[in-house]
């Protein structure tokens, strides 16, 4: 590996990367002409100012972050091969952590493989590539996943809106096999459907495994309302656990398709309510109805795309909690949840605090989570940690 470009660290800049921080800053880097010139996507030897090679990753000219560091090694091969045993180390965790093979198996730096996303539903697998790294290797990628699970089908989700900064199109294609319909998947011993070809994201959310088996526990005889519930991962968890009644509420017609087939899938559909509507509108004509609930779950989309959308969206968190707790009956339960990244767990917190107040609604939580252990984290970077969940109990 040593005929790889060098792309050398601005001198004193080598520090963060030497504690463990996976990224570069464009401004971190010597820009030589040479330099700019590499490829979106090369494989790069990463060098300090004094010549010393710090490991082996991908270059960037056009992102922010130009280098994501693959290996420590300066020596590694970056290969089918070296994803092979990426994948195999993050699928021995996995099936230690989830019984069912139904879980998100690559979850970019934290599995060592940053800028790739990788979700398994069994046979199927669902990637998402967003960065010009990960898209160059993604011959690799594809030999690697054929290699280590033989899936039947693969496809690729490559359209998110973060692959416009790393100068790459946006698509979506089956790389692999065919996807005939929604797939099926396990979560918390439930059956569902999640929709890779036109569902949201890589087509469920397993991030809220976790939460969703909480709030179940909290729905036994209970009168329960799922507002954007998606495919119904809330909502038929919460019917299968006990609850009385439970609605689920999404503007999308094709979502509460899911959700409506999940709950026959598990029997429930007699204890279910499939209401397409705008989640806030609503909640304002059930509170005029004098509607209430013993437990409410609000797990938006998110509220907040970027920087310039942080004011609106901390409003928007709090209008959300205010409208919830209303709905909560006495003694019930709230969950809320917030995906947007650039809201921290303090801000959201303090904006559901504010929420419940204005409700005139006191309480305590319960629980304070985020996503699941299938979306691990990696220590240097915790301002990835982008889940934030809450459960609380009103008064």
Not at 227 to 246: E, H, I, K, M
């Amino acid at each position: 590996m040593t005929s790889l470009p060098a792309v050398r660290i601005a001198q004193g800049m080598s520090r963060r990367l030497r504690r463990g921080h996976p990224w570069l800053f464009s401004n971190e880097i010597e820009m030589t002409p040479d330099t700019r010139a590499l490829p979106p996507g090369a494989l790069v030897s990463v060098v300090d100012s004094g010549g010393e090679r710090l490991g082996t990753g991908t270059f960037n000219v056009h992102s922010l972050i130009s280098v994501r560091l693959l290996s420590r090694d300066p020596d590694q091969a970056v290969d089918s091969a070296f994803v092979a045993g990426r994948l195999r180390a993050a699928l021995a965790l996995r099936e230690r952590l989830v019984p069912a093979p139904h879980y998100r198996l690559i979850h970019s730096e934290a599995d060592n493989l940053p800028g790739l996303v990788v979700d398994r539903y069994g046979d199927v697998v669902a990637c998402q590539v967003n960065t010009a790294g990960m898209e160059a290797l993604l011959p690799d990628i594809l030999t690697a996943l054929d290699d280590v699970l033989a899936p039947s089908a693969v496809v690729l989700q490559n359209d998110s809106p973060v692959r416009t900064l790393e100068g790459l199109d946006r698509y979506h294609r089956i790389a692999k096999g065919t996807v005939e319909g929604p797939v099926p998947l396990t979560e918390n011993g439930v059956r569902f459907l999640a929709d890779l070809n036109e569902g949201q994201k890589t087509g469920w959310f397993h991030d809220q495994r976790d939460n969703r088996a909480f709030v179940a526990r909290l729905c036994p005889g209970r009168t329960v309302i799922d507002l954007f519930t998606y495919a119904g991962g809330f909502a038929v968890q919460a019917a299968c656990a006990g609850a009385a009644a439970v609605t689920a509420v999404d503007r999308s017609e094709s979502a509460l398709t899911l959700a409506a087939a999940a709950a026959a899938l598990n029997g429930v559909t007699g204890l279910c309510r499939f209401v397409r509507a705008e989640a806030f509108a609503e909640m304002e004509r059930l509170l005029a109805a004098k509607e209430r609930f013993g437990v409410v779950v609000c797990d938006p989309p998110a509220f907040v795309k970027g920087r310039k959308d942080l004011a609106a969206g901390l409003k928007g968190y709090r209008k959300l909690a205010r409208l919830a707790a209303e709905l909560v009956e006495p003694g019930g339960f709230l969950f809320i949840a917030s995906c947007s990244h650039h809201v921290s767990p303090e801000a959201f917190a303090e904006e559901v605090a504010r929420g419940m107040a204005l409700a005139g609604r006191s309480g305590r939580i319960l629980r304070s989570a985020g996503a699941g252990p299938d979306h691990p984290l990696h220590p240097a970077v915790p301002e990835s940690a982008y889940l934030k969940a809450l459960t609380l109990q009103l008064d």
